[in-house]
């Protein structure tokens, strides 16, 4: 280990060596794999066990044009080209290339890929992020997934942190295996068996336990006791993440695994799947991200201490940000950033509101929602406070939208202008007002508008499939096959809900699926909304207004009294969000808008009839409601 106090770099035959006196970082040359990180005298941090390119590594899944799904060609990105791009006592900054070219089609995805790793004097870690480029004269391609991950040491990080109400001691990645675990419903779940260790014993291991959504995504990691150091990935900016704020990422999970998720199709399916088209120019930059290493200052110290240093560190590393110190003149500094602020209000009635708590973001120009699944671009997200302003900085120059959502009020936001930014750009949109959709008064609602399904009705797990992390916790919907308590609750009848009597969070399933009638036997089910209108205003149309927070190869068909005639909707076959099976809540948030003529409706007793008829994959064919509302006809001016 070098003296502290200078950034040395070491050039050998087949690895090059980034040493500042703290951390020792040694990547492979010319791949750019990292094979060692070496720490407060543990020689390496990473799994020794693996072979060194399946240690520290970027990697991608591509596919050819006209591929459907969310799969396709795994690939380690191994660069061809090395380079020192900045060698100084204060800073190192490396480069791997690999460049594309018609000869290795259509063998490798066709971009050009530069990964870079700095180190700097007196930090505690390194950088790393990466500028993917596509040219118009190349092929097309799909990009369903890139990221960074880190293989540990299984003896020594045995202990993960998501955050401060998850976090736990995890399994063996061996607990997982041959006698050990037991394959559940989808490979990522097992049921550990037989365990190392027998405190595992009977419990669900599956790392979609463990996802987060990106506004909270911002450090994770690992804990060591003995030694006592933490390993940390932090993520002090979102920008170059795809599908806004609630879109949900994987993060550590058994191995002992940490990543970095840069793009990926989870809890939204093949829409966000990044297909660049022949005659597309396609550049990005994906991070910088930090990976931080801290330790105890004496073995008595809580090692909790290390998590609560990691926080402290993200923040500092989110007020840092932009970086002023990446050398590639791709990423933009904040010199090159534009500013945003205004204020948002919501119009109810014929009152203004403010926005408290809103989303409000730019992202690239498209419709309006489609920010959900937009993946090319860069996106830009705040909150905005209680009086509903917000402001929004170091945004990259271009053209966006700027759109906004509000928990309490259905649908999405856009302002009327596209936004164009530029460097150093100030702009104050003033007053923007949001009119949710609205025609008539409340007759009734279930739920709350919030983009979610954590507010209705999620049963306690079966006792063979818990994880602990989540017994007595808010989150309790992250337990392993809820879907199956369905059929339980309802072996031979489907939900009934009557208005005014029964109450969403005891009697409203968290998730509307099939009912499993035997070995791989799945049937429909038709949930009841049964209400009472004293009058119903004749020649008039009511409205349904129903908001999905997810949906998995479902199709929803409503019909109003009458159960055996056509749908009076149907929302055809849609999403693969497979958040059923992945415990999310959420995925893609949908609203439809369903008109019901007035003689469909009887003056007392009503039913309305919401079928989920998809049962072509079984028990996750499905979606989960955020809010149902029945309007009455739009109120006659007086």
Same mark, same amino acid.
């Given at each position: %280990?070098?003296?502290?106090?200078?950034?040395?770099?070491?050039?050998?035959?087949?690895?090059?060596?980034?040493?500042?006196?703290?951390?020792?970082?040694?990547?492979?040359?010319? *791949?750019?794999?990292?094979?060692?990180?070496?720490?407060?005298?543990? *020689?390496?941090?990473?799994?020794?066990?693996?072979?060194?390119?399946?240690?520290?590594?970027?990697?991608?899944?591509?596919?050819?044009?006209?591929?459907?799904? $969310?799969?396709?060609?795994?690939?380690?990105?191994?660069?061809?080209?090395?380079?020192?791009?900045?060698?100084?006592?204060?800073?190192?900054?490396?480069?791997?290339?690999?460049?594309?070219?018609?000869?290795?089609?259509?063998?490798?995805?066709?971009?050009?890929?530069?990964?870079?790793?700095?180190?700097?004097?007196?930090?505690?870690?390194?950088?790393?992020?990466?500028?993917? =480029?596509?040219?118009?004269?190349? /092929?097309?391609?799909?990009?369903?997934?890139?990221?960074?991950?880190?293989?540990?040491?299984?003896?020594?990080?045995?202990? %993960?942190?998501?955050?401060?109400?998850?976090?736990?001691? %995890?399994?063996?990645?061996?607990?997982?295996?041959?006698?050990?675990?037991?394959?559940?419903?989808?490979?990522?779940?097992? +049921?550990?068996?037989?365990?190392?260790?027998?405190?595992?014993?009977? =419990?669900?291991?599956?790392?979609?336990?463990?996802?987060?959504?990106?506004?909270?995504?911002?450090?994770?990691?690992?804990?060591?006791?003995? /030694?006592?150091?933490?390993?940390?990935?932090?993520?002090?900016?979102?920008?170059?993440?795809?599908?806004?704020?609630?879109?949900?990422?994987?993060?550590? &999970?058994?191995?002992?695994?940490?990543?970095?998720?840069?793009? !990926?199709?989870?809890?939204?399916?093949?829409?966000?799947?990044?297909?660049?088209?022949?005659?597309?120019?396609?550049?990005?930059?994906?991070?910088?991200?930090?990976?931080?290493?801290?330790?105890?200052?004496?073995?008595?110290?809580?090692?909790?201490?290390?998590?609560?240093?990691?926080?402290?560190?993200?923040?500092?590393?989110?007020?840092?940000?932009?970086?002023?110190?990446?050398?590639?003149?791709?990423?933009?500094? !904040?010199?090159?950033?534009?500013?945003?602020?205004?204020? +948002?209000?919501?119009?109810?009635?014929?009152?203004?509101?403010?926005?408290?708590?809103?989303?409000?973001?730019?992202?690239?120009?498209? =419709?309006?929602?489609?920010?959900?699944?937009?993946?090319?671009?860069?996106?830009?997200?705040?909150?905005?406070?209680?009086?509903?302003?917000?402001?929004?900085?170091?945004?990259?120059?271009?053209?966006?939208?700027?759109?906004?959502?509000?928990?309490?009020?259905?649908?999405?936001?856009?302002?009327?202008?596209?936004?164009?930014? $530029?460097?150093?750009?100030?702009?104050?949109?003033?007053?923007?007002?949001?009119?949710?959709?609205?025609?008539?008064?409340?007759?009734?609602?279930?739920?709350?508008?919030?983009?979610?399904?954590?507010?209705?009705?999620?049963?306690?797990?079966? /006792?063979?499939?818990?994880?602990?992390?989540?017994?007595?916790?808010?989150?309790?919907?992250?337990?392993?096959?809820?879907?199956?308590?369905?059929?339980? +609750?309802?072996?031979?009848?489907?939900?009934?809900?009557?208005?005014?009597?029964?109450?969403?969070?005891?009697?409203?399933?968290?998730? &509307?699926?099939?009912?499993?009638?035997?070995? *791989?036997?799945?049937?429909?089910?038709?949930?009841?909304?049964?209400?009472?209108?004293?009058?119903?205003?004749?020649?008039?149309?009511?409205?349904?207004?129903?908001?999905?927070?997810?949906?998995?190869?479902?199709?929803?068909?409503?019909?109003?009294?009458?159960?055996?005639?056509?749908?009076?909707? $149907?929302?055809?076959?849609?999403?693969?969000?497979?958040?059923?099976?992945?415990?999310?809540?959420?995925?893609?948030?949908?609203?439809?808008?369903?008109?019901?003529?007035?003689?469909? +409706?009887?003056?007392?007793?009503?039913?309305?009839?919401?079928?989920?008829?998809?049962? $072509?994959?079984?028990?996750?064919?499905?979606?989960?409601?955020?809010?149902?509302?029945?309007?009455?006809?739009?109120?006659?001016?007086?």
């Amino acid at each position: %280990m070098a003296d502290q106090g200078s950034v040395q770099l070491r050039i050998q035959e087949k690895y090059v060596v980034m040493d500042n006196g703290i951390v020792q970082l040694t990547i492979s040359k010319p *791949d750019g794999f990292v094979t060692g990180i070496s720490y407060q005298g543990l *020689d390496n941090l990473l799994e020794i066990r693996n072979k060194e390119y399946n240690r520290g590594y970027w990697d991608l899944v591509w596919s050819e044009e006209g591929t459907h799904g $969310t799969t396709g060609i795994f690939d380690r990105i191994n660069g061809t080209s090395f380079e020192v791009v900045v060698q100084n006592d204060e800073l190192v900054e490396l480069s791997f290339t690999r460049k594309w070219d018609s000869s290795l089609q259509p063998n490798t995805v066709p971009i050009d890929i530069d990964k870079r790793f700095i180190m700097r004097k007196d930090v505690t870690g390194f950088y790393s992020y990466a500028i993917f =480029e596509h040219l118009a004269e190349w /092929p097309a391609f799909n990009l369903p997934q890139t990221r960074i991950v880190y293989k540990l040491r299984k003896d020594k990080f045995q202990y %993960m942190v998501i955050a401060d109400n998850r976090q736990r001691k %995890m399994p063996l990645p061996e607990d997982r295996l041959g006698k050990r675990g037991r394959a559940l419903a989808y490979p990522e779940a097992v +049921l550990l068996v037989h365990p190392v260790e027998k405190e595992f014993k009977g =419990e669900v291991d599956d790392k979609y336990q463990y996802s987060c959504e990106n506004k909270d995504l911002k450090v994770h990691g690992w804990i060591s006791h003995k /030694p006592g150091l933490g390993f940390w990935q932090i993520t002090p900016s979102n920008e170059f993440r795809s599908g806004g704020l609630y879109k949900q990422n994987l993060t550590s &999970h058994v191995g002992p695994i940490s990543l970095a998720m840069f793009l !990926s199709a989870h809890y939204v399916g093949e829409d966000m799947v990044m297909k660049v088209k022949s005659g597309e120019s396609w550049k990005k930059v994906f991070g910088p991200v930090f990976t931080y290493l801290n330790s105890l200052p004496d073995q008595t110290s809580d090692p909790l201490s290390l998590w609560q240093d990691a926080k402290n560190q993200m923040l500092v590393e989110v007020q840092s940000w932009p970086y002023d110190f990446p050398a590639s003149e791709d990423f933009a500094v !904040s010199t090159k950033r534009g500013y945003i602020s205004g204020r +948002l209000l919501v119009r109810d009635n014929d009152e203004l509101l403010p926005a408290n708590g809103a989303f409000v973001g730019l992202a690239p120009p498209g =419709e309006v929602g489609s920010w959900q699944t937009e993946s090319k671009g860069y996106q830009f997200w705040t909150e905005a406070d209680a009086d509903g302003y917000f402001a929004i900085n170091n945004i990259r120059e271009g053209e966006y939208d700027l759109n906004a959502y509000v928990s309490g009020w259905i649908g999405d936001y856009q302002y009327e202008q596209t936004i164009n930014i $530029t460097a150093g750009c100030d702009i104050d949109v003033g007053n923007v007002v949001y009119q949710p959709p609205r025609d008539g008064p409340t007759v009734w609602e279930i739920g709350i508008p919030d983009r979610s399904a954590a507010e209705f009705f999620v049963p306690d797990p079966n /006792p063979k499939y818990i994880n602990k992390l989540y017994i007595g916790h808010p989150d309790k919907f992250r337990q392993y096959g809820l879907w199956e308590r369905y059929t339980e +609750l309802y072996p031979k009848e489907d939900l009934v809900f009557t208005i005014g009597v029964s109450d969403y969070r005891k009697d409203w399933f968290f998730a &509307h699926v099939t009912r499993k009638t035997g070995d *791989d036997k799945y049937q429909e089910t038709t949930w009841q909304i049964k209400f009472k209108l004293e009058t119903v205003q004749k020649s008039s149309i009511y409205k349904i207004r129903i908001a999905l927070a997810t949906a998995n190869v479902a199709e929803l068909q409503v019909r109003v009294n009458e159960y055996q005639q056509v749908p009076l909707f $149907t929302t055809g076959v849609i999403g693969h969000d497979n958040t059923i099976a992945r415990h999310g809540i959420h995925g893609i948030y949908r609203l439809y808008n369903v008109d019901v003529p007035s003689e469909k +409706l009887l003056e007392g007793d009503n039913t309305l009839f919401l079928s989920q008829v998809m049962t $072509t994959i079984g028990a996750f064919n499905g979606l989960m409601y955020d809010y149902i509302r029945l309007e009455g006809p739009p109120l006659l001016e007086s």
